[in-house]
């Protein structure tokens, strides 16, 4: 059976930086707060109704392309992962697949928030070994910026989430040694309210009321700390499941790279994993919160500054909405 590997990878971010100082327009917050319990410095965020999620996806997707030598004619499918569709329907994928030029291929939508690209990943993976398609191209791809609520309420979210897109196009091999090796996935939607948007929603009626808009039920809400405290167990727990699936120890472990959610979650899962700072990569200093970008993003910083070589034993770990989370076990 043929193994998945990353072909060629790539990420864009839109080029407006907003700074913590920028962000105390809007809310009683400080640069200092802000570093402090988050580790964000600064974010992206497009100009509003100037670009889409699926036009940062389309500009990280031409990067992959280019790199990887590959045309767009040559992928056989997408799996495009986002919390912030362009539109409620259709789904974002086919929107990326229009602005490519490749009707035809299938487009998979995949709505699992900040694990999205792990899911994505693991069906990718799941299509390419079997054989159905040999050339995935995995989208994680967020705008966030334009659903911010810019009241007092909206100030624990406003500050954590930035725009951004990162895509992996994915390949076979046959080469016993490379590749995805595993993919765990996980999911306890016991505690769906504890990060969602309520409205505009299907499952009310009328779907979105004028007192919905009053009350910002359009506007994401969570319980930050009960959501802190879920995603360093869980990722922990998933990491070691991932590890032991494989029969690695954390020492094997080249590079570990997290969701990017708030740096301390991060610092608790390298501490408590043992790992040496080499051994692990953040980069939301200067992104925020990106939600199904944010791994894609990581790895292709870390390909371009040598960070990630063939041959490494790379570790993708993912907690958020749903809950939802996961890992994934990688020779580079
Ligand atoms: O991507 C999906 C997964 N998401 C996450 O994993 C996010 C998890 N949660 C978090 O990252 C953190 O809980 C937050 C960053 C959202 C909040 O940090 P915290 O250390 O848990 O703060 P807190 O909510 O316990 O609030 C501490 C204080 C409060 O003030 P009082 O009650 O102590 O006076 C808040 O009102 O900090 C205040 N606060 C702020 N102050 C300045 C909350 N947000 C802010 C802010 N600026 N942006």
Known sequence: MPRTVFLSTGFYVPDRVVTNDELTRWWQTSDEWIRERTGIRERRWVR???QAGSDLALEATRIALERGGIQPSDLDCIVYATLSPDYFFPGGGVFLQRKLGVPGIPALDVRNQCTGFLYGLSVADAWIRSGQYRRVLLVGSE??????DFG???RDLGVLFGDGA???ILGATDDPGRGVLSTHLFADGRHAELLWCESDASARFPRISHEDLDAGRHYPKMQGREVFKSA???MLESVRTALAANGLAPADVNLLIAHQANLRINEMVQRQLG???DQVYNNIDRYGNTTAATIPIAIDECVASGRLKRGDLLVLTAFGSGFTWGSAVVRW
């Not at 705008?143 to 911010?148: K, L, M, N, P, R």
């Open 48 to 50: 509003p109704g100037e």
């Open 166 to 168: 990162g895509v992996a």
């Open 152 to 154: 007092p309420a909206g």
């Open 232 to 234: 360093v167990a869980a």
């Open 275 to 277: 790992l040496r700072d």
């Open 143 to 148: 705008v966030h910026s334009t659903g911010i």
